[in-house]
Structures are given as structure tokens and as C-alpha cells.
């Protein structure tokens, strides 16, 4: 768990430096709201991992997939030290925080005295083709609709 938790505290350190020079040539209302969409993503997977809930575990996972995409997308044009540093804070903030520790925290958090519960395991295909297309499916619902609205398109936001 601790692993996890300081991983995903350093993150603002390791991916935001990449993060904030591709945010840079944004409009000022886009990157503002870009901006706190990624704050409040970084503070609500803390929060995940400070507090374990099973429900803390589903936003921990949305938020770790978001972070690895959000830096690879903001990757391109940035120093190499700068994207290594980036990717590989990401890479291991998001691995850590799916790890078989964390989903066990979760899923225990709401258990009753001794009881254990295990946390369930997707099939490989669903993992592998289902799961992408829905954590894009939500991250984009969350995101696209402040982010229309502050470059302009209220009508599709």
C-alpha cells in the first residue's frame, strides 16, 4: 500500500512537469479547466488510496489509466528526460495503484470483523478489449464536456 501512496503522491512531481508545458500553449480557460480536471483526479485517487473503499478502488483505477494516458498524450515534444521522468511516474503510480495489495485494502475496508473478502478478476478479453474501451468511454464523459464548454462549444458541452 505504501508503495502505492507515495507513488501516486510524487505523480504531480514526476508527470505534471510534461503535463503543465503541453497545457502551456492551450487557451487560458482550457488549460484552467484541463488543469483542475487533473488535480481533481490526482486528489481523488489519494484520497482512494489513503482511505481504501471498494468504491475508492473503481475511481483509483479510472483516475492510474487516465494519468498514463494524459501522459502519453503530452508526451510528444517534451525533453527525453522530461517524458522518461513523466512516463515512468505515471507507469508506476498507476501500476502500483492496481496492484493485488490496494484491491485487497479495498475490497477488506468494507468487510465485517474477520471476514475476508477477495476482489474479482476480469477474463482476459474483457480486460484486454471491453475494459479499454469503457475507461475511455468515462474519462471522456467526464472531461469532454468542461473542456467544450471552456474552448467555446457550450451546445456540445
Known amino acids: 500500500m505504501w508503495t502505492a501512496r507515495v507513488a501516486w503522491a510524487a505523480l504531480p512531481f514526476t508527470a505534471g512537469a510534461a503535463c503543465g508545458d503541453a497545457l502551456a500553449k492551450w487557451s ?12 481533481v483526479a490526482w486528489g ?7 482511505s481504501p ?9 479510472v483516475a492510474s489509466a487516465a494519468a498514463v494516458t494524459v501522459t502519453v498524450l503530452a508526451a510528444p515534444g517534451r525533453g527525453n528526460t522530461t517524458i522518461a521522468v513523466a512516463l515512468a511516474g505515471a507507469v508506476v503510480a ?21 471476514e475476508q473478502r477477495f476482489p474479482l478478476r476480469a477474463p482476459t478479453p474483457i ?29 456540445g458541452g
Not at 487560458?28 to 488535480?39: E, G, I, K, N, S
Not at 473503499?53 to 483505477?61: A, H, I, K, Q
Not at 498507476?94 to 474477520?114: I, K, L, R, T, W
Open 28 to 39: 487560458t480557460p482550457a488549460a484552467l479547466v484541463a488543469a483542475t480536471l487533473l488535480w
Open 44 to 50: 481523488a485517487g489519494l484520497v482512494a488510496l489513503l
Open 53 to 61: 473503499r471498494p468504491w475508492g478502488f473503481t475511481v483509483l483505477r
Open 94 to 114: 498507476a501500476a502500483a495503484a492496481c496492484s493485488s495489495p490496494v484491491a485487497h485494502a479495498a475490497a477488506n475496508a468494507a468487510s465485517y470483523g474477520h
Open 127 to 155: 480486460a484486454v478489449v471491453v475494459l479499454p474501451i469503457a475507461l475511455v468511454v468515462v474519462v471522456a464523459g467526464i472531461a469532454g464536456g468542461p473542456l467544450l464548454v471552456a474552448t467555446g462549444t457550450v451546445i
